[in-house]
C-alpha cells in the first residue's frame, strides 16, 4: 500500500558537530505526533505547528486496526451477555488444558454450592441421579447379609440337639463367645482352590492361580466355558449387562462370581464358604480395577502388563478354614455325668410313675359310665374325682395291672344314671322283665324290642318308652307284635285286604272290622280274580267276611288286553302285546282287519292305555307298492347331492321331483332292487352345484388343477390341502377359499408350505458348507477363523432379509463338534462352548440372536474319520445348518 501524504519536513538546527543530536527539534516533533494522535490535546508550544490532516491518515494506516480491536473488546466488556458468550466459547477448551490440580480447587466452592442449592430446591433430582448406582448394591449387600442371617441359624439350629451342639455349647461356655459364632467357626470348613480373572468383553483369561494339591482341567477352556454361560443366561432370561450368574453349585464345590467394570472375578470354593467370602472377593476385585483399569480395559490377551495381578490373587487361594481336632473335654463330660445322672434317675422314676398313672386315668375315661372331672399328683399321691354309674367298673379294681400303688390313690366318686345305651338297656331288662319271646338290642344308639307279647307288656313297655330321659337313647317297640286273638285276626285280615289291593282289575272303597267280623266292599272287573278264592291261606274265616263288589270295566293294560282279543280276533300274523302300558300290535293283516282295529283303537276309554297299529303292515297290493315307493323314495333322500322337492303316489303312478348335483348318483340306477316299476315312475330333475363337502372337493381339484406335490382332502367337513406350491398357485387357492368361505364352507391351506425359491437355496447351501474350525482344547476360534466368521455374519444376515421377502422364516442351527481327545463329558461341554461362542461372536457382527440356535454333537457327528490324517483337526469345528419356516 502506498500513502498520499506528504512527508514531512521538521525543522532544522545546525549542530556544533555531526553526532549531536538536536534536542529541540525531537521535542517538538513528539509533540506533534502526540498531537495528531490524540486530536482533543491542547498542550500550545511555542514553534510547534498546529495538528496537520496528514498525519490522521498515517495514523489510521498505522494503528487503524488495533484501535478498531480495543475498541470492541471495550465494548465487549461493558455487555455481560456478550461477554457470557464468549467466554462460553472459550471455557470448554480452557478448563481442559488447565491444570487438574488447580482447576479443582477453583471450580470446588462453585460446585458445591450449586449442588447445595439443587438438592434444597429438588431432593428428588439427587434421588433419580443415585438410584441406578445405589439401588443394586444396597440390594446385594442386604441379600448377602440376610444370607449371612440364614446360613449362620441353619447352621445353629442342624446342630443344637446333637453331640456336637452339647460339645459346642460347652467350648461357647468356657472361651466366652456365643453359640452361634463356635457353631460357623467348626461347621463352616472350606478352601478356596482356584481363582480366575476373566475380561468381561472377550471372555479371555487374564490371570489364574491354583491352590496346592489341587487339579482341573485347561484354565482358558474353564473360562471361555465360564462366559459363554454367562452369555447363554443373559440372552436366555434377558438379564440386565450389568448382571450375571453370582452363584454355581456342584456337588461340594461351589463357583462364586463377582463382577466389575472391565473384569469378573470366579472363585472355585471347596465346602461350605461363610457369606463373609463375597466381601473379601468384592474388595480384592477392586483393587485389582484401582490398580490396573487402563490395563484391564485395553486387554487383548497380553498379560505381560499385568504381572502384580496373580500376586492379588493368590491371596484369595491362601483363604481356608479347617476343623479343629481340639482334645475332648474328658473332666468336664465326667463332672457333668456325676450330676446328670442322679438327677436321670430320680427324673425316670418320676416319668415312669407319672406315665402309669396317665395310663389309668386314660382306662378310666374309656370306661362307660365313668367320667372323670378332675385327677393331680402332688407329693408322690395321687387324687381323682367324678361320676360313677352304679352299674359301671369298679375303678378300684381297674388298678390291678396298672403298677400304680393302690395305697397312693385317693378317689371321690359321686354315683349317677348314666345314658350310655349299656347302662339303659340293663335297667330296662331288669324293670320290664320281657318275656322269652322278646329280645332287647342296641341297634344305631337306639333300644329296639323285636318279638310277640302279650298287649299288657306291649303298654308296660310303652310307658316305659315314654319316662326315659331326654337326650338318652330312643325306646323302639314297634317290632314287638300282640299276640292277643283280636290282634292277631286283625293282622289276618289286614293281610287279606292288602292281598286284594295287589290285584289288577279290584279296587278296595271300604272296609272295616267290627264285633268279630270283616265288611268290605268296591269294585271288580268280571275278568279280575275272584275275591272269595283270595281268602285261602290268609287263616280268615270265610263265615265272617261280607263282601259287596260292583261290577266295571278296568282300563289295566292286561284286561285291555284280553277284551281286544275276543272283540278283533286278530290272524296269526298278528301279534298284540303290551309294551311300557301301551297296547302294540305288530305284523301283517288285511286292510279290512286294520280299518276294525282303528275303529276298535278310536272307541278305547280315554285315561288307558293306548292301543298302536302302526306297526301293522297293509298286505294288499297297492300298500306293498306304496311301501317300495317310499323305500325308494328314502334311498334319493339318503343320496348326497339329492334333494327330493315332492313326490306322490296317483293311479299306480308315481311322481318325483327336486334337485341333483351333475356328479351325484343317477336315480333312475338306483331303483334297482327296490320293487318299484320304472316304466310307473316320472321324474323331473333340475340341476344345481351341490356344497357337500365330497362334491366341492372335486370340483376345486378340476378348476385349481393342484401340482403333485400337493393333496387335497376332506377332514370333518373341512377340506384341507397340504404339501408344498409355489406362491401363485397358493394365491389362487386362497381365493378358491374367500369364495367358499361365502357359501359356508371352508379350504383350509394354512399347511401348505411355500417352495423355496432358487436363489435362497444356493445361499443355503454356501452357508451350510462353511465351518468354523478351533485349536485343540480350545473354545475360542483363533485369528484365521475372523474373516471366516466377517463373511459368515453377512451371509446369514442376507439370507435372513431375502427370507423375510419370500415370506418364509429362516433359522440357523450352530452345532459344535469335538474331536476324540479327554472324556466323553468333557468333549460334549467343549461342544456346546464352542457353539456358544461362535453365536456371541456372530451376535456381536449384528446377526439377530433370536435365529441362531446351539447345540453341543460332542463326537457323535464327525465330518472325518479320527484315524486319518486330518481327522482331529476337522473334527474341532462349528457347523451351520439352515432351517425355513
Known amino acids: 500500500m502506498t500513502s498520499t501524504v506528504d512527508p514531512i519536513s521538521l525543522p532544522q538546527r545546525a549542530a556544533s558537530n555531526d553526532t549531536e543530536i538536536d534536542r529541540e527539534a525531537l521535542a517538538n516533533l ?21 495538528a496537520d490532516p496528514r498525519m490522521e491518515t498515517l495514523r489510521q494506516l498505522l494503528v487503524g486496526r488495533e484501535i478498531s480491536e480495543l475498541s470492541r473488546v471495550t465494548h465487549l466488556l461493558d455487555e455481560p451477555e456478550q461477554l457470557a458468550s464468549a467466554v462460553g466459547g472459550v471455557l470448554p477448551s480452557a478448563a481442559a488444558r488447565a491444570p487438574h490440580a488447580q482447576l479443582g480447587e477453583a471450580l470446588a466452592p462453585a460446585v458445591e454450592r450449586a449442588v447445595q442449592r439443587s438438592i434444597q430446591k429438588s431432593p428428588r433430582t439427587l434421588t433419580d441421579i443415585l438410584y441406578p448406582v445405589f439401588l443394586p ?116 464345590l461351589r463357583l462364586w462370581s463377582e463382577v466389575g467394570p472391565f473384569a469378573t472375578l470366579v472363585a472355585v470354593i471347596r465346602g461350605n464358604p461363610p457369606e463373609e467370602l463375597h466381601e473379601i472377593f468384592r474388595d ?23 504381572v502384580g495381578v496373580e500376586t492379588l490373587l493368590q491371596t484369595c487361594v491362601e483363604l481356608k478354614q479347617e476343623d479343629s481336632n481340639q482334645g475332648f473335654p474328658w473332666l468336664v463330660v465326667a463332672a457333668v455325668l456325676l450330676v446328670l445322672i442322679p438327677a436321670g434317675g430320680w427324673f425316670l422314676l418320676s416319668w415312669q410313675s407319672g406315665q402309669r398313672w396317665q395310663a389309668y386315668v386314660s382306662r378310666l375315661s374309656t370306661q362307660p359310665g365313668i367320667i372323670v372331672a378332675e385327677q393331680k399328683v402332688r407329693d408322690g399321691q395321687f387324687y381323682i374325682a367324678g361320676l360313677r354309674d352304679p352299674l359301671a367298673a369298679d375303678p378300684q379294681a381297674l388298678l390291678s395291672g396298672t403298677q400304680v400303688d393302690p395305697a397312693r390313690v385317693h378317689s371321690q366318686w359321686q354315683f349317677y344314671q348314666s345314658l350310655e345305651p349299656e347302662f339303659v338297656l340293663k335297667r330296662l331288662t331288669a324293670s320290664l322283665a320281657p318275656p322269652d319271646s322278646v329280645r332287647l338290642s342296641i341297634v344305631n344308639d337306639r333300644i329296639v324290642a323285636e318279638g310277640e307279647a302279650p298287649d299288657t307288656w306291649i303298654d308296660r313297655a310303652r310307658a316305659a318308652a315314654r319316662q326315659l330321659s331326654a337326650g338318652g337313647p330312643v325306646f323302639d317297640i314297634s317290632k314287638v307284635r300282640d299276640v292277643s286273638p283280636e290282634a292277631r285276626a286283625a293282622e289276618h285280615w289286614q293281610t287279606y285286604v292288602s292281598r286284594l289291593e295287589a290285584q289288577p282289575g279290584i279296587i278296595v272303597a271300604q272296609q272295616r272290622a267290627r264285633g268279630g267280623h270283616f265288611y268290605i266292599a268296591g269294585l271288580r272287573d268280571p275278568l279280575a280274580a275272584d275275591p272269595q278264592s283270595l281268602l285261602s291261606g290268609t287263616k280268615v274265616d270265610p263265615a265272617r267276611v261280607h263282601s259287596q263288589w260292583q261290577f266295571y270295566q278296568s282300563l289295566d293294560p292286561k284286561f285291555v288286553l284280553k277284551r281286544l282279543t275276543a272283540s278283533l280276533t286278530p290272524p296269526k300274523s298278528v301279534r298284540l302285546s303290551i309294551v311300557e302300558d301301551r297296547i302294540v300290535a305288530e305284523g301283517e293283516a288285511p286292510d279290512t282287519w286294520i280299518d276294525r282295529a282303528r275303529a276298535a283303537a278310536r272307541q278305547l276309554s280315554a285315561g288307558g292305555p293306548v292301543f298302536d297299529i302302526s306297526k301293522v303292515r297293509d ?62 315312475v316320472h321324474s323331473q330333475w333340475q340341476f344345481y352345484q351341490s356344497l357337500d363337502p365330497k362334491f366341492v372337493l372335486k370340483r376345486l381339484v378340476a378348476s385349481l388343477a393342484p401340482p403333485k406335490s400337493v393333496r387335497l382332502m376332506t377332514i370333518q367337513d373341512r377340506i384341507v390341502a397340504v404339501g408344498e406350491a409355489p406362491a401363485a398357485w397358493i394365491n389362487r387357492a386362497r381365493v378358491a377359499s374367500q369364495q367358499l368361505s361365502a357359501d359356508g364352507l371352508s379350504l383350509d391351506i394354512s399347511e401348505l408350505r411355500e417352495s423355496t425359491p432358487q436363489e435362497l437355496t444356493h445361499l443355503r447351501d454356501a452357508i451350510q458348507a462353511v465351518d468354523i474350525f478351533f485349536d485343540s482344547g480350545k473354545a475360542v476360534p483363533g485369528p484365521e477363523q475372523l474373516p471366516v466368521l466377517d463373511k459368515l455374519a453377512n451371509q446369514l444376515k442376507e439370507l435372513a432379509k431375502d427370507a423375510r421377502e419370500a415370506g418364509v422364516t429362516a433359522q440357523f442351527m450352530l452345532t459344535g463338534h469335538s474331536d476324540a481327545t479327554g472324556r466323553e463329558t468333557a468333549k460334549v461341554s467343549i461342544s456346546a462352548a464352542r457353539a456358544e461362542t461362535v453365536r456371541a461372536l456372530l451376535k456381536k457382527r449384528g446377526v439377530d440372536p433370536e435365529l441362531l440356535l446351539v447345540r453341543g454333537a460332542g463326537t457323535f457327528e464327525p465330518a472325518e474319520a479320527e484315524d486319518s490324517r486330518t481327522g482331529s483337526s476337522a473334527n474341532r469345528r462349528v457347523s451351520v445348518t439352515v432351517n425355513f419356516h
Open 30 to 50: 513528539l509533540v506533534e505526533i502526540a498531537r495528531n494522535v490524540d486530536p482533543d490535546y491542547r498542550a500550545r508550544l511555542d514553534g510547534v505547528p498546529t
Open 137 to 252: 448394591a444396597i440390594r446385594k449387600s442386604i441379600g448377602e447379609k440376610i444370607d449371612q442371617t440364614f446360613q449362620s441359624l441353619n447352621e445353629t439350629l442342624r446342630h443344637i440337639f446333637t453331640w456336637h451342639g452339647l460339645k459346642w455349647r460347652l467350648e461357647a461356655w468356657r472361651t466366652g463367645a456365643s453359640f452361634s459364632e463356635v457353631v460357623l467357626k467348626h461347621s463352616l470348613v472350606y478352601r478356596v482352590e482356584h481363582v480366575f480373572l476373566i475380561n468381561r468383553n472377550s471372555g479371555l483369561l487374564i490371570a489364574h492361580v491354583t491352590a496346592d494339591n489341587a487339579t482341573s482341567e485347561d484354565p482358558q477352556l474353564i473360562s471361555s466355558m465360564l462366559s459363554a454361560i454367562q452369555d447363554f443366561v443373559k440372552d436366555s432370561f434377558n438379564e440386565k449387562e450389568q448382571s450375571g450368574l453370582d452363584t454355581i453349585r456342584f456337588g461340594e
Open 284 to 306: 480384592l476385585l477392586l483393587r485389582i480395577h484401582d490398580e490396573c483399569s487402563q490395563a484391564l480395559e485395553q486387554f487383548d490377551g497380553d498379560s505381560s502388563q499385568l
Open 619 to 680: 298286505v294288499s297290493p297297492e300298500a306293498r307298492a306304496a311301501e317300495h315307493w317310499q323305500t325308494y323314495v328314502s334311498r334319493l333322500e339318503a343320496q348326497p347331492g339329492i334333494i327330493v322337492a315332492q313326490q306322490r303316489a296317483r293311479g299306480g303312478h308315481f311322481y318325483i321331483s327336486g334337485l341333483r348335483d351333475p356328479q351325484a348318483a343317477d336315480p333312475q340306477a338306483l331303483l334297482s332292487g327296490t320293487g318299484v316299476d320304472p316304466a310307473r
